[in-house]
């Protein structure tokens, strides 16, 4: 194992100084003092860039980790600004669990990886091994040093030990999970978000005076245990690491790491076998674009209500909770009331998180739109116009499962909270809901058609639709320093969405031909 990590590390820094010399010799006074291969030759040059990588990545390293507890400070000052303690160990725990799911090592990517296994032929188990046990290692001692500076008292140690044997649990959870469906969980986006915001709800627990106590990791770290053994043996027997790293570090993925993301959503919306047959009743009576836009729907099912299904069931349990919590303890009445009644401009970014515009708009081009494209009929301007009225109809539904889920549930939260004298609230906020998830729906089809960002190897490629993306983040996150009445709120959000529509239908018709094309 040591000869493993002495290998590897030579590797990577070897990659790092050629790397290093690359990009200095790039700059045009430098290429002019280093003419040649020279640097490359000179010991003395290869000695300092060493170090210096050596310095960068330890530096690098103390400030993440430095940064990450920084943040659990911040966080349980705000929450629990009389007892830090409680505050820290409790969102330390809640940040590890997510870790524990989402920050796994072994089916990442890396040029380290790929320089290795793929090109050096590096046995894989071995070098999995070797990188797993090394990186466990310097977080358990980095945590326990961190946390013991906040918090001087052996008894932070329960808790980087539960980060240790979580960690293996992890990564195993991860492996499994890969097998089944050939995608990390990081890139499992649905599962991702149903996680981050259980998560961020049991980080406001200390707020209701609960918190997760040494005692219980204490006790959590006695079930880990035999369970963390139990993953690292299934972790071992796991014969084709070779053949999973070759798979993830292909050489795009490996040295364009940036661009791992788009290749795990690709296998997100790559259609199954069984989901190519399509039962022919669905199909009876339909014609021209509203048969094409059936065939694409029945066949992507899955893909696209697998996400709606999701977000609709985290709706239902976390209305269903606040409704329980507002029966058993009164004193949280008057804010979820006040909450309701003039904060409702909230629900514009929980909208925006909710719908799956972008995972959709990826779908119709990765199975459908890239091979279209090809044809001039298919970028005719009434072409484009009648299939983006199906597909605005298809997404809208889709969205509205977990909308529905809202507009039902918030006026029986209202209710429960202590109601309101305004009548009408009970009707504009369902409305509202609806209308907000019909513009986000009519939004993400407009910038797909407007600035197609994907190119033939179906990597995003273009600067504006992201910027619009973020863009369209910012702005919905800017209103929830809005106050206004919650019904004419509402009704500002239907007018809009009737108004975006409309300018949505014209603008498509006229600049989509010119616009919707392969990169």
Same mark, same amino acid.
């Given at each position: 194992? #040591? ?28 290429? $002019? &003092? ?10 003395? @040059? ?17 400030? !993440? ?12 000052? +705000? ?14 725990? #809640? ?6 799911? !989402? ?15 793929? =090109? ?23 945590? *326990? ?38 995608? /990390? ?12 915001? #259980? ?27 035999? =369970? +963390?053994?139990? *993953? ?40 199954? $076998?069984? $989901? ?6 669905? %199909? ?27 977000? @609709?069931?985290? @709706? ?10 507002? &029966? ?44 279209? =494209? ?28 977990? /909308? %529905?889920? =809202? ?28 209308? &907000? ?7 993400? &089809? ?74």
């Amino acid at each position: 194992m #040591i000869n493993i990590l002495k290998m590897s590390f030579k590797i990577d820094i070897t990659y790092a100084i050629n790397s290093f010399i690359y990009n200095i010799k790039r700059f045009p006074i430098l290429k $002019d &003092l280093f003419p040649g291969n020279g640097l490359y030759k000179s010991e003395r @040059a290869k000695a300092f860039v060493r170090i210096l990588a050596l310095i960068l990545s330890t530096a690098r390293m103390i400030a !993440f980790k430095v940064l990450y507890f920084w943040i659990i400070y911040l966080i349980a000052s +705000a929450l629990t600004p009389k007892d830090i303690t409680t505050g820290i160990l409790h969102i330390y725990f #809640i940040f590890t669990i997510f870790g524990i799911f !989402f920050n796994n090592k072994v089916l990442t990517t890396s040029t380290k990886k790929y320089f290795s296994i793929v =090109l050096f032929n590096m046995n894989a188990k071995q070098f999995m091994r070797a990188t797993l046990w090394t990186e466990a290692l310097i977080n358990l001692i980095t945590h *326990s040093i961190c946390l013991l500076f906040l918090i001087p008292n052996p008894i932070v140690l329960l808790f980087t030990t539960f980060g240790f044997l979580g960690r293996l649990i992890g990564e195993r959870l991860n492996l499994l999970h890969y097998n089944k469906y050939k995608i /990390a969980l990081t890139y499992n986006y649905p599962l991702y978000w149903t996680i981050l915001i #259980i998560s961020f709800g049991i980080c406001l627990l200390p707020l209701l005076k609960i918190a997760i106590t040494p005692i219980v990791v204490g006790i959590i770290d006695i079930i880990f245990l035999p =369970l +963390a053994i139990i *993953s690292y043996i299934g972790l071992m027997k796991i014969n084709n690491y070779k053949l999973i790293y070759k798979r993830l570090n292909t050489k795009v993925a490996a040295l364009n790491s940036n661009q791992a993301k788009d290749y795990s959503r690709q296998a997100m919306v790559d259609i199954k $076998d069984k $989901d190519k047959k399509i039962d022919e009743r669905k %199909l009876k009576g339909k014609k021209g674009y509203d048969l094409f836009n059936t065939i694409f729907f029945e066949r992507h099912k899955e893909i696209l209500l697998r996400s709606a299904k999701w977000f @609709a069931t985290i @709706a239902f349990f976390v209305i269903l909770g606040l409704g329980i919590l507002t &029966l058993i303890m009164p004193e949280m009445k008057p804010k979820l009331n006040d909450f309701l009644l003039n904060n409702i401009s909230w629900f514009v970014i929980i909208m925006y998180f909710i719908n799956r515009g972008s995972i959709i708009t990826q779908a119709m081009f990765y199975n459908c739109d890239h091979s279209m =494209l090809t044809f001039n009929f298919y970028r005719n301007p009434k072409v484009i116009l009648n299939v983006f009225k199906t597909r605005v109809l298809t997404v809208s539904k889709v969205n509205l499962i977990p /909308a %529905l889920i =809202l507009a039902i549930g918030i006026p029986i939260l209202l209710y429960l909270s202590g109601g309101t004298t305004n009548i009408l609230d009970y009707i504009s906020i369902p409305i509202f809901i609806i209308a &907000l998830s019909t513009f986000f729906s009519i939004h993400y &089809l407009v910038i797909y058609y407007l600035f197609q960002p994907y190119d033939k190897n179906m990597a995003m490629k273009s600067v504006t639709y992201s910027l619009i993306s973020a863009g369209t983040y910012l702005l919905a996150y800017a209103f929830t320093d809005f106050r206004m009445s919650t019904t004419a709120f509402s009704l500002l959000a239907i007018l809009a969405t009737v108004l975006y529509s409309v300018i949505a239908l014209v603008v498509v018709y006229k600049k989509a031909p010119v616009t919707f094309k392969i990169k």
